[in-house]
């Protein structure tokens, strides 16, 4: 099992940047994918980023493709989601997740361990 505690967040302008870290207790984290979720008032929780345990492999919703970069330091039991060029539509609550891995796609039901999530607003 593994728990998760995310830190970062926080209330931003448009256009600026924020850096959430997500960090895990337990020593198996290394064999954990990961994942940063986001869900905005009203909105179902959406996948943002997932990144494979080795770090190999990583995945961006449409949306944050080319601002957001999800990064893990397993020595450090941590996940980063680097959020640039933000933007209002991007306020939601973040949550850091964990799961054995996925297969073509990830999913909301690929992650098994939930952190309580961040708060990021930005303003226009």
């Known amino acids: 099992q593994v728990q998760l505690v995310e830190s970062g967040g926080g209330l931003v302008q448009a256009g600026s940047s924020l850096r959430l870290s997500c960090a895990a207790s337990g020593r198996t984290f290394s064999s954990y994918a990961m994942g940063w979720f986001r869900q905005a008032p009203g909105k179902e929780r959406e996948l943002v980023a997932a990144?494979?345990?080795?770090?190999?492999?990583?995945y961006y919703v449409d949306s944050v493709k080319d601002r957001f970069t999800i990064s893990r330091d397993n020595a450090k039991n941590t996940v980063y989601l680097q959020m640039n060029s933000l933007k209002p539509e991007d306020t939601a609550v973040y949550y850091c997740?964990?799961?054995?891995?996925?297969?073509?796609?990830?999913?909301?039901?690929?992650?098994?361990?939930w952190g309580q999530g961040t708060q990021v607003t930005v303003s226009s």
């Open positions: 990144i494979s345990w080795s770090g190999y492999s990583t």
């Open positions: 997740a964990a799961g054995g891995g996925w297969g073509n796609r990830p999913a909301i039901n690929d992650f098994d361990y």
